[in-house]
Structures are given as structure tokens and as C-alpha cells.
């Protein structure tokens, strides 16, 4: 099992950019993740998903869109990318959280946005 | 509001024990997570506590009280690829984690 995965590694945007970071996982999820991290700060949520079709908003989700399609795929798309996105971005995925089990987290995504 | 707090970094010697201590405030509360994060790499799963005590794994414990709003972390026989940032994470009445900064810890020879 690959388990979580995010594309690109690390990308620059110039300010006004879009793009989409890439999530997709193979453990047969229903729930899945997006958060970002600044330095010295906790994650913060940005949305999350609790099946194909149904995502929700998280702590910080202003310029930010997402979309489930299918299980697997959870891309989190940012339009008009501004500095204060600059972070690193992890996508995760787990069971449903009631269980007491832990999130799996992709390997992140670093955006610095110029 | 919801809050997790620890220190933001504590230094130990190889071969010893440390405590990284951690109090949360959530809305309701579903349970309290320690995650291990190396410099540039995602977090990984070290604890799930829901109930009070002593959960031990290796040379990893970790503690809950509920009514203190407190947990630790327990390292022993610290060895040098133990030095990461370690986050801890309550699980509010949403079932939603709410995170801590994380803690920076430095081992030395």
C-alpha cells in the first residue's frame, strides 16, 4: 500500500496564481484531510470530507476549494494565491474518527507563494 | 475557545528520560493524540489516550488526566533519532483534532 500521497513535493507561485495540490490514498478511507502548517504553529484544519461527494469547511478555508469525486482523490485547489498561503500543506486520511484511530498523513506538499 | 498548549522546545541527554507535558481546553472531548514530526516530514502516530492513565508502548508512555485537562509524554533511553518535534492533539465533541504547536525536542550526546 502506498497510503497517502500528495503531488507536487514543493512548488513557487506568483501572487494571482492558481493550482491544485493532489491528494489520494489506498487504504479505502472515507474520511479525508486538508491542513496546512506554518512555523511554529499547530495544524490548522482547511476542509474535510467524510465520503465520495461531501466535504465540509474546516478552521481556515478562505481561498481554498476542494472537491470529492471519487474514495480515493481529495484535491484541494487554491485560486488567486496570496503570500499569507505560503505554508506546507498535509493531506490526511482515516477511519471514521469515532474508532480512536489515527489520521495517516501524506508526506505534504511545501507552496511559497511570491 | 479551544487551546493546546506545551513548551516549545526542551533539550535532554541521550540515554535519559523526558516528560513533554501538554494541556488542552476542547469542546468536549474525545480523546487526546501524541504525534512524532522529523524536520521536514509528516506527523506520525506515537499515542491515543481516551481514558485516565498510563498507557506505555515501548519506550514510549503516555498519560491522560481528564478532569486536569493534562498529558504527557513519556520518552526513556532517549536516543539520538528521537530528536523531532512532538504534537500533541485533542479530539473536541466534532471528533475534530485540534492541535498543539508542537514540541521541539534536542538531544545531545
Sequence with gaps: NAGVTQTPKFRILKIGQSMT??????MNHNYMYWYRQD???GLKLIYYSVGAGITDKGEVPNGYNVSRSTTEDFPLRLELA?????????CASSPPPDRGETQYFGPGTRLLVL | GQNIDQPTEMTATEGAIVQINCTYQTSGF?????????AGEAPTFLSYNVLDGLEEKG??????SRSKG???LLLKELQMK?????????????????????TKLIIKP
Design chain 1, 21 to 26: 495540490l493532489q491528494c489520494a490514498q489506498d
Design chain 1, 39 to 41: 512555523p511554529g504553529m
Design chain 1, 82 to 90: 496570496a503570500p499569507s498561503q505560503t505554508s506546507v500543506y498535509f
Design chain 2, 30 to 38: 474525545n480523546g487526546l493524540f501524541w504525534y512524532q514530526q522529523h
Design chain 2, 59 to 64: 519506550r514510549f508512555s503516555s498519560f491522560l
Design chain 2, 70 to 72: 493534562y498529558s504527557y
Design chain 2, 82 to 102: 528521537d530528536s523531532a518535534s512532538y504534537l500533541c492533539a485533542g479530539m473536541d465533541s466534532n471528533y475534530q483534532l485540534i492541535w498543539g504547536a508542537g
